[in-house]
């Protein structure tokens, strides 16, 4: 059975760098055309003398949806989280860049099987919404008999190209992959998919890579997934990558933040 694997990433504050290279992108995936995934939101999460860095996804002004182990982490002061953003390197005059120390976690949360990698983030000042900052629909309530099997959805976010990068991308990226049975995904991954999870299928090594965590598996224009995890073969080894399955949680949605389920 292969082991599960986080992909968030941490750096020093002082000497991380973010590369330029044209050659570092999500697996498999192509430059986003700027401002194109409008809802796509970027997580700088600040300790002292560090940080990390996860994606996440706007769904309304004032809350980001994010993966539950990008917060659950000791020492976390706070986020800036960064909407509008094409090229994350720079201050683009695109983006909004907001700093918070609100943010809750799946109650049910556990770090050894990333059961409920669920977490959400308050945004004080709320997003301007714009031509090149929106938000995601959320599934409703009668999709969740929906498996979504066989559509196509696209992830997206900053991440790695693969194992051996040693940065994330300076530009977004997204990548096109279909949605496969939890049946199919666990064959890799046993009894840690569970019916709150979604995977998409690893062909042709198109998927998610280190920096990609708490980042959006968007299908039929609305947001069914937030990447979870992958195998420990790695970000190019070609298997399925997990994501919490969000029509799993519009309750928990629903009671922590102002999002209207309908």
Not at 21 to 50: C, K, W
Not at 208 to 217: A, I, K, N, R, Y
Request: overall charge negative; glycine content about 10%; some cysteine.
């Amino acid at each position: 059975m292969n082991e599960i694997v986080l992909i968030f990433i941490t750096f020093s504050l002082v000497t991380a760098q973010l590369t330029s290279s044209e050659d570092v992108r999500i697996v498999g995936g192509h430059e986003a055309p700027r401002n194109s995934l409008r809802y796509q939101a970027a997580l700088r999460l600040l300790y002292d003398g560090t940080s990390s860095f996860c994606g996440g996804s706007l769904i309304t002004r004032r809350y980001v949806l994010t993966a539950a182990h990008c917060l659950n982490e000791d020492g976390l002061i706070s986020l800036e989280v960064i909407l509008g953003a094409h090229n994350i390197g720079h201050r683009e005059s695109t983006q909004q860049r907001i700093l918070t120390s609100t943010f809750k976690f799946h109650e049910g949360y556990s770090d050894e099987t990333l059961v409920n990698d669920l977490g959400i983030v308050y945004l004080p000042t709320p997003a301007n919404l714009n031509q090149y900052v929106q938000l995601i629909t959320l599934p409703s309530r009668a999709d969740a008999s929906n498996s979504f099997v066989g559509s196509q959805a696209i992830v997206s976010g900053w991440g790695y190209i693969s194992q051996s990068a040693t940065d994330i991308t300076d530009v977004l990226r997204y990548v096109n992959v279909y949605i496969i049975s939890n049946d199919v995904c666990k064959q890799t991954f046993n009894s840690f998919v569970r019916n709150s999870n979604i995977c998409s299928g690893g062909v042709g090594k198109k998927g998610v890579c280190f920096g990609d965590s708490g980042g959006p598996l968007v299908a039929s224009g609305k947001l069914v997934g937030v990447i979870s995890f992958i195998s420990n073969g790695g970000c190019d080894a070609g298997d399925p990558n997990v994501m919490s399955r969000v029509s799993s949680f519009l309750d928990w949605i629903a009671a922590n933040s102002d999002a209207v389920i309908s």
